[in-house]
């Protein structure tokens, strides 16, 4: 089934995918194990890409693929979390130059199903946009999301901005990025990167676990086990 699922990805099989992340989920598939699923079938299409015998509309097309898997009921029930208290804010985007929105949702609602509320300021987000976010949130983390290779100077510009606003204090930066590395991040200057949404949550809800802590109060605590 796992190899039938990324071929069908790979090969661009809008109602194959459909049919088979259906009938995966409704034999208790995880439903985040199929999101790894059809990540690596996203992969596939990217090596594709790349040794051109796919083009732009094949992307745009396992883009479209992608968003339509995360549109079924199962998958929309597991993002969905009905628990009003927050245990802190999260503000993301994806940074300037960079349209790749994928990743970015699948956190948000990793994020959101997980008691964080989310502040999204979308796609291109220009350097200044995520420094007023800031200033009018006062989120607890910012997740910075880019897939391409040049995003690692707009991160790098976007941090600084806020470490110069004086906004980087007490606050986690979390990237997330398959092109990142340990490297990459210590240039940035963020706190962790990843390229696995569901070890950026975890070590979201750690941090805050340990933030809450250090301050004495009592903020959600009792959510984060
Ligand atoms: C679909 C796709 C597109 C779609 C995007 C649709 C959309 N709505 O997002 C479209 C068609 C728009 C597109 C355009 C382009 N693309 Co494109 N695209 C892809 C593709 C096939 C899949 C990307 C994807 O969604 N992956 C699945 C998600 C789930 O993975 P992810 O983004 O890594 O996210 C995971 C983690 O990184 C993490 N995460 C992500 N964000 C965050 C944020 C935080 C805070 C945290 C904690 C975690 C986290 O969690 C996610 C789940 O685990 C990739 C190939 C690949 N290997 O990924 C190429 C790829 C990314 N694209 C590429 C290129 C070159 C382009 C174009 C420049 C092509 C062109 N010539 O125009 C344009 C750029 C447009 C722009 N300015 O952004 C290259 C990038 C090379 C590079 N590293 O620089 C890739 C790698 C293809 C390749 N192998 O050449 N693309």
Known sequence: MEELIIKAVEDLDEDKVIKLANEALNDGMEPFYLLDL?????NRVGKLYENKQYFIADLI???????????LDKMIAQFHNNNAKKIGKLLVGTVKGDLHDIGKDIFRGMMEANSFDVIDLGVDVPV????????KYDPD?????????????????TVDALRKAGL????????????????ACEYIGADFFTNDASIGVKYCKQWIKEKCQTRGHEHGVANLS
């Open 128 to 135: 200044e946009s995520f420094v007023q976010g800031v200033v």
């Open 141 to 157: 983390i910012i997740g910075l999301s880019g897939v391409l290779n040049f995003t690692i100077e707009t991160m790098k510009n």
């Open 38 to 42: 059809i990540k690596e079938g996203m």
């Open 61 to 71: 097309m396992a883009g479209l693929i992608f968003k339509e898997v995360l549109k």
């Open 168 to 183: 980087k204090d007490n606050r986690l930066v979390i990237l997330g990025g398959n092109h990142l590395t340990k490297e």
